[in-house]
């Protein structure tokens, strides 16, 4: 008896310890994996990547018309926290490689491979470049519709949050010749941070038309320093 006795005050704590163990373990799974709520989801991804004060990105945009798809962009881009842009890629078939420093633009021309600098002015402000050169503004939502939780996804690093809606979009550009909305959203996990948001439209005059855009952020509030062209 006194044997028996020892041996269950010995297994019982490692009894205990692995049951509670395996109780916090499924808990939070059921955390991470099922209890999602997804309107609370995007509304805490859409806060934390909007007030980011400098990251990095890659965007490209494409123009589907009359069964051909059009490249519009192709472009790698940084926003310091000081407000300072450095873009560079191509759009409409075009080199471009922007620097945004101060009140400052310089803009490299394609054919000389000089330096233009416009002092006191900023074209990157216009509405007709925000979508591609400002891509956070893609994410200035009024109002989710149709918000669907699709799950981690698997074959992702990371296993990020998959959301799809159809937003009411805060951006003149984009309104202005598009309509019908229709966006997926990669949440990564734990920081709520939108690695990728990709974004399909139709055109308001020719709805055959259709706008796609992939947007994928990163280096969320890492130190970048975006220095002028020598």
């Known amino acids: 008896m006194l044997q028996r006795f020892l041996r269950w005050q010995i297994i019982l704590p490692v009894v205990l310890i692995v049951v509670l163990g395996g109780g916090a373990w499924a808990y939070n799974y059921y955390l991470r994996e099922v209890k999602?709520?997804?309107q609370e989801l995007i509304v805490q991804a859409l806060d934390t990547t909007n007030q980011a004060g400098s990251y990095r990105f890659h965007v490209e945009a494409s123009l589907l018309t009359g069964g051909n798809k059009v490249a519009l962009s192709n472009l790698d881009g940084e926003k310091a926290s000081d407000g300072s842009l450095y873009l560079k890629g191509q759009?409409?078939?075009?080199p471009v490689e922007i620097?945004?420093?101060k009140e400052t633009t310089y803009f490299r021309d394609p054919s000389s491979k000089r330096w233009m600098v416009t002092p006191g002015n900023s074209p990157l402000d216009?509405?007709?470049?925000?979508?591609e050169i400002n891509p956070m503004s893609i994410?200035?939502?009024?109002?989710v519709n149709d918000l669907q939780y699709l799950g981690r996804q698997k074959k992702i690093p990371g296993r990020p949050y998959l959301l799809t809606c159809k937003p009411r979009v805060n951006n003149h550009f984009l309104n202005s010749y598009w309509q019908d909305f229709n966006y997926q959203f990669l949440v990564e996990r734990g920081s709520t941070y939108i690695r990728r948001v990709s974004l399909e439209a139709s055109h308001r005059e020719h709805p055959q038309d259709k706008l796609t855009m992939i947007v994928d952020f990163y280096d969320f509030n890492k130190r970048i320093n975006i220095k002028p062209p020598q």
């Open 126 to 131: 216009q509405e007709k470049f925000m979508a």
């Open 139 to 143: 994410l200035k939502i009024m109002q």
């Open 99 to 101: 620097y945004q420093v």
């Open 91 to 94: 759009m409409t078939g075009q």
């Open 36 to 38: 999602v709520d997804p």
